[in-house]
């Protein structure tokens, strides 16, 4: 039976911080039609700005994090105007071959922070100090005050996304380019505004997640890979574009990864996300909750 | 616009740059001999990523799916069951032709993004399976394999420049003949090509079993040149980001430009490594620059038509 209460508890912590890590990639996606490779490499940059802010100049914990998210909205702004941008106004590249060369872009944008924050900062992982410390007993089993306040924040953060997207006037911009870029431009709502809060909103996401799940797990150069790969997961289970999908199909990995971590073990944790994802993918390629 | 060079411009670049390629070892040292041996096993890797990508317009994020079935099956043939080095090259070669086909059913069903990631997932797969299997695999650190290809360098060097000759003819045969064209019809519209009366069918697998058979060839001879077999060599992701970006920085749908963008990527990369950990992010910026201003690539500023 205590088996049963970790495998639960601890599955839906994990899922928690999986789905705000899945939500930046998923919205990008969904509305700008890119597949942001170097997610990882966000989520990672984020955490260890932060950390590096915390640990050497001594600043208080929510100064680091809010530098750490700072780091990871200008870097989001910087692929934006720097390859996303340029290569969506290219004439010489062909069309119909715009969405691979973002692909690689983002591809080799990734490999150009991990390479940079492997030299600055090391390749050893760090750990964001515990928000709270102290832990309580429930259901035969002890959590962590700090990993029930990571999951808090999570979900809070991911409630306030959905009010966002749905329910304010920026938020529905939003919404309404995901479906159609003419059908915006065409209401007098300029594109370039769109993606700029797009974007801005991408970096925020990023690097809370980032800071969250460094938190947890810790973070390195080295996982950015690993990271973009559980998010790329998540989002085809999800159906790419759907934000509710992305934030269910979260709990289908992360319960699935925690029950093979505990039951067989924690080596073998990635592989039935993967076949999941292959059968998903041959039996409903448009995902769980896809729409095209 | 389309880039598509003269058959004649074309020609002649092939030949001078043959002719450089026998006559280099000759000068160089044995060392960087060695890396030229190298990048040519990887300029057929890119090349046959590129008759995908370039031709039947699959995505394929997950070459090293083919290529580390090829060099897998062989090396494992070789340790376990001490076949000669000839039979286990073949047979890794006919493995990966098997994995190639596998993957033709995905490739029908599935368009865009959701091919790039079944392809990049079944990589993901096979790299956990060999951790899995690590007493067969070796895991993480490979495997040493007691046969090798040649002790020469210069037979090595001139074994895989043969090979690059052959699967780069292999490739402009088919991709300048009809076969090429029907090709990229079905990538484009593949419903107005079906219309036409072409078995697109037909070609995809063609198109997928040359491309593995290719690979999966040249894995297994990389490994056998090197003498390890490993996770890094011929199966990590990032392995599928060289060949990705040697294609795109060579000049993608041109079968010459891949070779030219793997000598480029294998040699930057060695110049750079003085650079230390740095010299990924270097190569990657390098990239980057080519990709934004010369999206043709090496073969597009040479081939250009005036």
Not at chain 1, 181 to 201: P, Q
Not at chain 2, 4 to 11: C, G, Q, W
Not at chain 2, 41 to 48: D, E, G, K, N
């Amino acid at each position: 039976m205590q088996l049963f209460w970790e495998i639960l508890v601890n599955g839906f912590i994990v899922s928690s911080i999986y789905a705000l890590g899945a939500m930046g990639f998923s919205l990008i996606f969904g509305t700008a039609g890119i597949l942001n490779l170097a997610h990882g490499a966000y989520l990672v940059l984020a955490a260890i700005v932060a950390w590096f802010f915390i640990s050497y100049f001594k600043l208080p914990l929510p100064a680091g994090l809010a530098i750490g998210i700072l780091a990871s909205v200008l870097f989001s702004y910087l692929l934006f105007f720097l390859l996303v941008n340029p290569i969506d106004k290219s004439k010489r590249i062909p069309e119909e071959e715009k969405a691979i060369f973002v692909l690689t872009a983002t591809l080799l944008w990734s490999i150009i922070i991990e390479g940079m924050l492997d030299y600055v900062f090391g390749s050893t992982p760090v750990v964001i100090p515990p928000f709270v410390s102290g832990s309580m007993h429930v259901f035969e089993i002890s959590v962590t005050y700090n990993m029930i306040i990571l999951a808090m924040i999570s979900l809070l953060i991911i409630g306030l996304l959905w009010f966002a997207i749905n329910r304010t006037r920026p938020g529905k911009m939003l919404l309404a380019a995901s479906m159609s870029r003419t059908g915006v431009a065409i209401m007098g709502i300029e594109l370039k505004r769109v993606y700029l809060l797009l974007w801005g909103i991408y970096g925020i996401l990023a690097g809370i997640s980032g800071v969250l799940l460094a938190a947890f797990l810790g973070a390195s150069a080295r996982a950015a890979p690993e990271l973009t790969g559980m998010a790329f997961s998540i989002v085809v289970l999800g159906g790419l574009g759907s934000i509710t999908g992305s934030f269910f199909a979260s709990y289908i990995i992360g319960y699935l990864g925690t029950l093979t971590a505990y039951l067989i073990s924690p080596s073998y944790t990635p592989l039935p996300a993967f076949f999941v994802l292959v059968v998903i993918l041959l039996l409903r390629p448009q995902g769980l909750f896809g729409r095209f | 616009m389309r880039f598509s060079p003269s058959s004649r411009n074309l020609l002649t670049f092939c030949t001078l740059l043959l002719i450089t390629l026998v006559c280099l070892p000759w000068f160089l040292s044995l060392y960087i001999a060695g890396m030229l041996t190298i990048a040519l096993y990887f300029s057929v890797f890119t090349m046959s990523w590129d008759l995908l990508f370039g031709y039947s317009g699959e995505v394929n994020f997950g070459p090293t799916f083919l290529i580390g079935i090829g060099a897998y099956a062989a090396a494992l043939l070789n340790v376990n069951a001490g076949l000669p080095v000839f039979a286990c090259v073949l047979l890794g070669t006919l493995t990966a032709v098997l994995a190639g086909l596998l993957l033709v059913a995905p490739a029908l069903r599935l368009r865009g993004p959701y091919f790039c990631l079944i392809t990049l997932v079944s990589v993901l797969v096979l790299q956990e399976f060999i951790t899995i299997f690590a007493q067969y695999t070796g895991g993480e650190i490979g495997m040493t394999l007691p046969g090798v290809l040649s002790a020469s360098g210069m037979v090595n060097y001139y074994l895989a420049l043969a090979l690059v000759c052959v699967s780069a003819g292999v490739f402009l045969g088919i991709t300048s003949s009809p076969v090429g064209l029907i090709l990229q019809a079905g990538a484009q519209d593949p419903v107005a090509a079906e219309s036409l009366g072409f078995n697109i069918v037909k070609y995809k697998v063609l198109a997928f079993s040359l491309s593995a058979f290719f690979s999966g060839l040249s894995g297994a001879m990389l490994v056998f040149y090197m003498g390890t077999a490993s996770v890094s060599i011929v199966v990590s992701v990032s392995v599928i980001l060289q060949i990705i970006i040697a294609a795109i920085i060579g000049g993608r749908r041109t079968i010459v430009g891949p070779i030219l963008g793997s000598l480029f990527i294998i040699i930057t990369g060695q110049w750079l490594q003085y650079l230390g950990q740095l010299d990924y992010a270097a190569v990657a910026i390098l990239a980057l620059i080519i990709l934004l201003f010369f999206p043709d690539g090496i073969a597009g500023i040479i081939l250009r038509r005036h």
